[in-house]
């Protein structure tokens, strides 16, 4: 029974009773065992009768109610054991301002918070202590006001010690009291992301030098002939080769290779400019995409420079050695072909006439040298 119910069964047994007592009083005071005052005891009695029934039904119910209230405490403490003890951060928050009513052990320690300090933090738009950016947390409000529950929200929050954490969020719309609350669990995706990131650039990058690998030349190359041909400019291919390497790797081993390949991989990247492309394929042949040339003729001063920077000396455990350069091969887009793949061969039989010619030069695909 509700205790609206419980009230009103209590109300009217009081106001039976007093009846019962105004009525009994009356017979109580009348000398006449007869008549009209007679009435007033049988109407007494019959009250009285509907007092005790009432009583009875109003102690049923009180215990119905203790039960429920018994039932209810044993709820709430496991409720907050629960809640209490998840090993995922989890809070009770106001949907209006964000306010945190109750928080779990493990989202204090998340965003380390002490105990007496939770109650009454603020998860509102702008602030700096949870919300790293105002618009989510004011997207996650829009979309519980809409649902009324949201699954798996990406964002990221200031956690402890003013890391940065990618999590999920996953939140619904609860009534306590006479305003709407919101449950709300995070899960903490960053290691997660920081994997993947790693994963994905692995798959594109060579592991020794850091550069592209084939596969992100690929994407790299087919951009910038797209930009190209959108912007009516040129791209020009290298294929680039080691000349002296093998002997490098045969007199002073492989690590010392090692080195010098990473050498070469810093000295291609900052002889070239910002928006060009430097790959390698493997062993001693790295790609470069020269991208947005209005005309061949911008590329050469560069490839001239690119010849001398690797053809200086090398520092090993030895000492220095000077027996390494470079012959490159160019093919143009969209001169000599559109297709990447095709380029890049091009640019590979240019190199080997460069090879053919001498070592540390460059050579045009079919002699296309820029006057």
């Not at 492989?254 to 390949?261: K, N, P, Q, R, S």
Request: glycine share 6%; charged share 30%.
């Amino acid at each position: 029974m509700a205790e609206a119910d419980v009230s009103s069964l209590e109300q009217e047994i009081q106001r039976l009773r007093k009846i019962v007592d105004v009525l009994m009083n009356r017979a109580e005071r009348s000398t006449e065992v007869q008549g009209s005052d007679f009435t007033l005891f049988q109407t007494a009695i019959m009250l009285e009768e509907q007092v005790s029934a009432r009583t009875i039904e109003l102690e049923s119910a009180l215990l119905e109610q203790e039960r429920v209230r018994e039932a209810l405490r044993k709820s709430d403490a496991r409720f907050e054991a629960i809640f209490e003890l998840s090993p995922s951060p989890v809070a009770l928050t106001r949907l209006s301002d964000g306010r945190v009513i109750g928080a779990s052990r493990s989202f204090k320690s998340f965003f380390g918070l002490e105990n007496d300090a939770t109650e009454g933090h603020s998860a509102a738009p702008g602030d700096p202590d949870i919300w790293l950016r105002a618009e989510d947390r004011k997207r996650w409000r829009e979309r519980l006001e809409a649902d009324g529950q949201v699954f798996n929200f990406e964002a990221e929050l200031c956690s402890a010690q003013g890391h940065v954490a990618s999590v999920l969020l996953s939140g619904k719309v609860v009534d306590f009291g006479d305003e709407p609350h919101v449950i709300a669990d995070i899960r903490d995706i960053s290691e997660h992301k920081r994997r993947s990131a790693y994963l994905e650039h692995a798959a594109a990058h060579d592991p020794l030098t850091g550069l592209p690998n084939r596969l992100l030349l690929g994407t790299q190359l087919s951009a910038a002939i797209a930009r190209a041909d959108r912007n009516a400019m040129r791209v020009a291919v290298c294929y680039l080769d080691l000349d002296g390497f093998k002997q490098i790797n045969d007199q002073f081993g492989h690590d010392t290779g090692d080195v010098v390949l990473i050498e070469v991989a810093r000295r291609l990247k900052s002889g070239t400019r910002h928006g060009d492309t430097v790959a390698r394929l493997g062993g001693d042949e790295f790609v470069l995409v020269l991208a947005d040339l209005r005309s061949a003729n911008e590329c050469v001063a560069l490839l001239e420079r690119l010849l001398e920077a690797v053809a200086r000396p090398y520092a090993g455990a030895d000492g220095e050695f000077s027996d390494v350069s470079a012959s490159i091969g160019v093919a143009l887009y969209p001169e000599d072909d559109s297709d990447p793949d095709v380029l890049i061969r091009h640019a590979d039989h240019a190199m080997y006439e460069a090879k053919q010619a001498g070592k540390n030069c460059c050579q045009w695909f079919e002699s296309r040298a820029p006057s």
